[in-house]
């Protein structure tokens, strides 16, 4: 590893180099940024009242429609077959269910011991130094929570040569509706920060919410990973990264693209774009984003 000499064992260990390198503050958890509607560490939710019982469907009132994972914490409904993501409430502050409750997997943390490490051509990136099962939560992706204002204006400020962690996440709800969350770790994140895109990626970004409704970006494997492995998302977002034909007609839209070196057998040759979040004149149509 080219930031030490002698390569770190921890998680904690790797983010004081990389803290130090990039001189990045870190936060496990969202914080609230310019025009965020929502301060996301205020507790909007009401709690469960099941302390006799395990939280199950029916009677945990955080749990409306089925359980979120199954007896080994592992995500429910990760598999092809499922046609988009469930909604996911975990347990919050309030419940009254007990610390080792099944529906409490998100706000435990990193369980899991990752690896920031510097890579050829990507710059850091993180690994697992662990077996991870299919359906684990891995990590979130944290950093200040913006209104679409900000996200604009911060877009405007990059110039081609920035790194853009801005992630503009949208959720299709019903008639319609879109609720959208734009989080930005850039000036202060977590673990997170560190992923890097892949065309094949080995993770899946999920929205989660715990205390309110702004969502943890909650990443879980989309497939077993083995250690050493690095670990990846799928920048655009896509649910169980499938690519639509929508999504094949972005790819070829002309804009200056940043390459993709994900080294994946149907790399897109180019990172995602959104470019939604380039248009300063106007809020974007939401309805024509790919979904969650």
């Known amino acids: 590893m080219a930031a030490s000499e002698e390569e770190p064992e921890t998680v904690t260990e790797q983010l004081d180099i990389a803290r130090r390198l990039e001189n990045l503050p870190y936060t496990p958890d969202h914080v609230a940024g310019p025009g965020g509607d929502t301060d996301p ?22 749990l409306r429609r089925e359980k979120n994972y199954d007896d080994n914490l592992c995500l429910r409904h990760i598999g092809s077959e499922a046609k988009c993501a469930e909604p996911v409430f975990e347990c919050n502050v309030l419940c009254q269910c007990s610390d080792h409750c099944r529906n409490r997997v998100v706000q435990r943390g990193l369980q899991f011991r990752l690896q920031v490490f510097k890579t050829d051509r ?15 939560f891995v990590c979130e992706y944290a950093g200040e929570v913006l209104g679409f204002s900000e996200v604009q204006r911060r877009i405007q400020l990059q110039t081609i040569h920035d790194s853009n962690y801005i992630i503009a996440v949208r959720e299709h709800v019903y008639n319609g509706q879109v609720m959208e969350t734009f989080v930005d770790p850039t000036s202060i994140g977590n673990i997170g920060r560190f992923l890097n895109h892949s065309c094949e990626p080995n993770l899946l970004m999920i929205p989660v919410r715990i205390n309110s409704m702004v969502p943890k970006l909650a990443l879980f494997a989309a497939k077993d990973i083995v250690p050493e492995e690095e670990l990846s998302y799928d920048y655009s977002g896509r649910f169980l990264n499938l690519l639509d034909s929508e999504d094949k007609e972005r790819l070829d839209n002309g804009k200056l ?36």
């Open 41 to 62: 560490t205020l507790i909007t939710f009401p709690g469960c009242v099941c302390v006799k019982t395990p939280c199950l469907p029916g009677t945990c009132s955080c």
């Open 257 to 292: 693209r940043k390459p993709c070196y994900c080294g994946a057998e149907s790399c897109a040759a180019f990172l995602p774009y959104d470019s939604s979040l380039y248009c300063p004149l106007e809020k974007p149509n939401t309805s024509e984003e790919g979904r969650v």
């Open 122 to 136: 990507k710059g850091w990136g993180l690994r697992t130094l662990d077996f991870i099962p299919k359906g684990r």
